[in-house]
């Protein structure tokens, strides 16, 4: 097939060529002379499945012919001769023995990191190990590595990397790990072809060569009589001072042709001997050019000021390239997504190429509004389907006090109690959530649950199943990894049953749960190698394998429209390509962070330079750029702050800006052409007058029949009817309640209700004499006892004590000046009275009512916020004045009819004070006939419940009915739109 040659055979393809067509039209074309065996005979190695895979379907297009052989890089070790080495180790294996090494360090240096770092440590170790053994670097340049130079935090990070020697080099009696395997793999064929090469065909294609072990191969086939490489994306246009530029790794590391460089250095070639594989055009030659130039090495950026202005053709480099500068991520997924539409009405073949997945997933729902389901390579992350969710809330409650949103997130999963009778369980989950957990039940238990069910009359076996389920899966202690793995996947599959011992198989169920399987069932094998560790270490380990699995779609998806990673940008065959996320730290993302080593250690050390990661994405984009259509793409914002544009966004729009006026413009009209598809985005979205207008609702004022209307009310409920009676009918007529918060949260109407049991136990339980000092110490050991039950949140408790006893002195104070005139006090109690025609009752209970030695009352109640001025307790919070009233009738309970003499809100919030009223007969006979008004008023049908009549303050008033009542789409200036309801 190769004419002999006393250089090693290196060609290449130009950036944005159909590369894995190439190489099958280079093959074609060199044994297109010789029999039809002669193709069978090559062996072609590749380096993704996905470009083997393409490979072998052009070759399914035609012309019929035998195919060559296709491998794998990673293929060689399964060869028959490979048979007597060691089989390589599991990579969860090792990182499980690496994190129980961690684990112990962090027991002895608990300042090093924090334990839930633990896997994300080991898997980080793991890959340092896995590099050093693809670069060669053995045990012993760890111990000759020279740290005395490097501060003291990396002395002692490489002195627990020594530690783990023990997993490699040549005294190593621990199986290997698969870098290892393949590196022994190498270099034993390495060492037999040198010794005996193959007299068939050999070639590996589409590899940058990019790891050490990959890097040996590709230079032993390059030497072979009868072999050769094939690199994807070289850049011919990089003149030999930009080649020779690259020489210090130190700063061309990042740059997109490093590892051609170094590849060709090793085999003592230069760039002038690198030739094109197969005779085919660039789709656009110029482009490339002007791309090579924008990328240039560092220290050869002087360049641009010589090439830049006699760069010709800058129009037709860029003729079908567009920049989409988005103001937010979701506009550009918008506009992506608007680009794959239109691609496919035109049926065009396009590929979306990003890292980031959070994009990607953004752009395929906006797809759907088309019906489009584009081929996305990577799937969907296990923890997002439907078994990884449930696996890793089971996991993440392992040893947890599980919550009323704990235990509901569970049971309306999806999987959960397929085994049977689901629809029975849902109706029983709701109404646990609505009479039971929804109203003071933050922490259920298997006596809560059985109380539960036994109050509400419901399945008492379904309680139990639920509740000891809750038992089950918080008790949870430091043990073997082994029973935590069988622990979670047992109370798994029993939710997954449901309370009948129904089959879990719903579980395991279609390729997301085939998927969950395969990666659970691993971590249940390898399980022995973890050792003991705690509940909430295994949680952050748990979800650190899960978030290693993924699953695609198991639907067809649209031809033609694909989402690809950044790597598969080098199996092309795309006619429109979008390169997207081009912000610095998206594409190309951050170095990740490395504990191990410092970038000077490991250039002494013969290790990978952060920046390696930045190269190859570089080296992505090159490729992906160079196709026949290209759109890039990048938001000017993220959500937290302005973005920076990728550095070879800057390095493209600083050269053409500044190049020359062409260039200038040229730019210009490729962010004009991006903007006009953020136009068509946002058209879209955008309301349209004739079909999506819909008139603002006007403000109501409902009114339905008489009959229909309360004929009783709390004490509470009068201020509302005053100031917002549509409340007054959402609650009572319409019969809708506000759901009670399934959180609880520390708020200020549960502090209030705290500090009124508070006040109740000690106002009952005062002695007839008590010290000042003992009042004030029985107040806050009631409120401890009180809020312990009222606030399960210790932080809250104690700023609740801190502001009662700021107060304290005060309250006591006026307390001593209350119970000077008081004969009894009587506290919470009920009452009710009858007022107006028709009948009206008024109802409710006083917090506090004493009894006087002049047989008069005062009535007082307790407020933890601002309490009610005199004039707005006159005008309209009249619930004092109306229990006044109450007591004049005789409506407390034993107490007859009692005159009062004060009324006072006792404030107890940051600026306590006591808001008195001095009643007399005629105060109480104009609170009557008032009272009697407004009930007369809402007794005429033409009259209506008016959404926010007074409210006190639009910022301050928020009602629960305001989005039942459109407040917003009209304000208070809105006159009342009354409308007979009812009929």
């Known amino acids: 097939m190769f004419e002999p040659s006393a250089t090693p055979r290196v060609f290449a393809q130009a950036p944005g060529v159909d590369f894995p067509r190439a190489v099958i039209d280079g093959l074609r074309a060199r044994l297109a002379d010789q029999p039809p065996d002669a193709m069978a005979r090559v062996t072609l190695f590749v380096n993704t499945t996905r470009m083997k895979r393409r490979i072998a379907d052009l070759f399914d297009d035609g012309p019929p012919a035998l195919l060559p052989r296709i491998r794998l890089v990673t293929d060689l070790g399964h060869d028959a001769a490979m048979a007597d080495l060691s089989p390589a180790v599991s990579p969860l294996r090792r990182r499980l023995e690496l994190a129980s090494l961690i684990s112990d360090l962090l027991e002895s240096q608990p300042d090093l990191a924090p334990r839930h770092a633990i896997y994300a440590l080991a898997d980080s170790l793991a890959a340092l190990m896995d590099e050093m053994q693809g670069e060669g670097v053995g045990p012993k340049a760890l ?15 490489l002195a627990f990397v020594s530690l783990v020697e023990k997993f490699f080099g040549a005294g190593s009696s621990e199986p290997p790990d698969l870098e290892a395997r393949q590196r022994r793999v190498i270099e034993r064929i390495t060492a037999t072809w040198q010794v005996s090469p193959p007299s068939d065909p050999i070639i590996i294609a589409g590899s940058t060569g990019s790891r050490g072990a990959t890097a040996m191969l590709m230079e032993t086939v390059a030497r072979l009589p009868q072999g050769a490489v094939i690199l994807p994306g070289y850049d011919f246009d990089m003149p030999a001072k930009a080649w020779s530029g690259m020489d210090d790794q130190m700063v061309a590391e990042d740059h997109p042709q490093y590892r051609f460089h170094r590849l060709l250095s090793a085999l003592a070639l230069g760039p002038e ?39 010709t053709d800058v129009g037709e480099a860029t003729a079908h390239l567009s920049l989409i500068e988005a103001p937010t991520p979701r506009e550009e997924a918008a506009a992506i997504s608007v680009v794959l539409r239109d691609a496919a009405e035109r049926g065009l073949s396009a590929a979306l190429i990003t890292p980031d997945r959070v994009l990607t997933r953004q752009v395929t729902a906006a797809l759907d509004r088309w019906d489009i389901r584009p081929d996305d390579s990577a799937g969907q992350p296990l923890p997002l389907t439907a078994p990884g969710r449930l696996l890793r809330h089971v996991a993440e409650l392992r040893g947890r006090k599980v919550t009323g949103v704990d235990l509901l997130t569970v049971l309306k999963h999806p999987l959960t109690h397929r085994g049977a009778d689901r629809n029975e369980h849902l109706r029983l989950a709701r109404e646990l959530e609505l009479t039971g957990l929804r109203r003071g039940m933050p922490f259920p238990d298997l006596v809560t649950l059985a109380s539960w069910a036994d109050k509400n009359k419901r399945d008492a076996a379904w309680a139990e199943w639920a509740g000891r389920w809750i038992a089950d899966v918080g008790d949870a202690h430091t043990a073997p990894l082994a029973d935590h793995v069988a622990a979670t996947i047992g109370l798994t599959e029993r939710l997954v049953a449901g309370a009948k011992d129904g089959p879990p198989d719903e579980l395991w169920a279609r390729e997301a749960g085939r998927e969950a399987r395969r990666v659970v069932g691993e971590l249940e094998r390898e399980a022995e190698h973890g050792g003991e560790m705690s509940a909430s270490d295994f949680r952050d380990l748990f979800s650190a394998v899960l978030n290693t ?109 500044g190049m020359s006026e062409a260039g200038a413009e040229a730019l210009a009209a490729m962010k004009d052409r991006g903007a006009a598809w953020l136009s068509v985005a946002r058209e879209l979205d955008r309301p349209q ?42 609650q009572k007529i319409l019969r809708l309640h506000a759901l009670d918060p399934l959180h609880q949260s520390p708020d200020a109407p549960l502090r209030g209700t705290a500090i009124h049991d508070v006040m109740e136990r000690f106002i009952k339980e005062r002695p007839k004499t008590e010290a000042r000092a003992d009042a004030r110490r029985r107040l806050m050991s009631i409120a401890r006892e009180e809020f312990e039950t009222t606030a399960p949140w210790p932080a809250t408790r104690l700023l609740w004590l801190a502001k009662l006893e700021r107060v304290a002195d005060w309250f006591l104070e006026g307390e001593d000046e209350r119970q000077k005139q008081v004969t009894h006090i009587h506290t919470e109690v009920a009452g009710k009275a009858t007022f107006g025609s028709p009948p009206f009752t008024l109802y409710g209970k006083a917090d506090r009512i004493d009894l006087r030695d002049d047989g008069q009352v ?21 619930q004092l004045l109306l229990e006044a009233l109450v007591a004049r009738a005789g409506g407390f309970d034993g107490l007859g009819k009692l005159a009062t003499a004060r009324v006072a809100y006792i404030g107890l919030g940051a600026t306590p004070k006591v808001v008195p009223i001095d009643v007399t007969s005629a105060d109480l006979e104009r609170v009557q006939a008032e009272l009697e008004t407004i009930l007369a008023y809402f007794q005429d049908r033409d009259r209506g419940y008016t959404s926010r009549r007074v409210v006190e303050s639009s910022a301050r008033f928020g009602g629960d009915y305001d989005h039942l009542a459109r407040y917003g789409e009209w304000d208070h200036t809105a006159d009342p739109e009354g409308t007979e309801v009812g009929e």
């Not at 080296?619 to 938001?635: C, K, N, T, Y």
């Not at 307790?862 to 006159?874: C, D, F, I, L, V």
């Open 273 to 311: 001997d690198v030739r094109h594989w197969h005779s085919i055009n660039a789709p656009a030659p110029r482009r490339n050019a002007l791309i090579s130039l924008a990328l240039r090495p560092a220290p050869v950026t002087d360049q641009w000021q010589a090439e830049g202005p006699g760069f």
């Open 689 to 730: 007058r004739d079909r999506h207008r819909v008139a603002p609702a006007p403000r109501p004022s409902p009114r339905p029949p008489v009959e229909v209307r309360p004929t009783a009310l709390s004490f509470t409920r009068i201020s509302t009817l005053i100031r917002d009676p549509y409340a007054i009918y959402g």
């Open 143 to 157: 111990q000759d590595l020279d740290v005395d130079r490097h501060s003291a935090y990396w002395a002692r990070s």
């Open 858 to 878: 005062a009535i007082y109640d307790y407020k933890t916020g601002a309490p009610p001025s005199e004039k707005q307790q006159r005008a309209y919070d009249k």
């Open 549 to 657: 699995g993924s699953v695609r779609n198991p639907d067809a998806p649209y031809p033609g429209i694909r989402i690809w990673g950044t790597l598969e940008a080098r199996v092309g065959g795309a006619e429109l390509v979008i390169l997207a996320g081009l912000n610095e730290g998206v594409w190309p993302e951050r170095p990740s962070p490395d504990p191990w080593m410092n970038r000077d250690m490991r250039k002494e050390l013969g290790l990978l330079l952060p920046e390696r990661r930045i190269g190859l994405s570089a080296h992505d984009f090159q490729q992906g750029i160079g196709a026949p259509e290209v759109i890039l793409s990048r938001s000017l914002r993220d959500e937290e702050a302005e973005t920076v544009p990728s550095r070879w966004i800057n390095r493209m729009t600083n050269l053409m800006s």
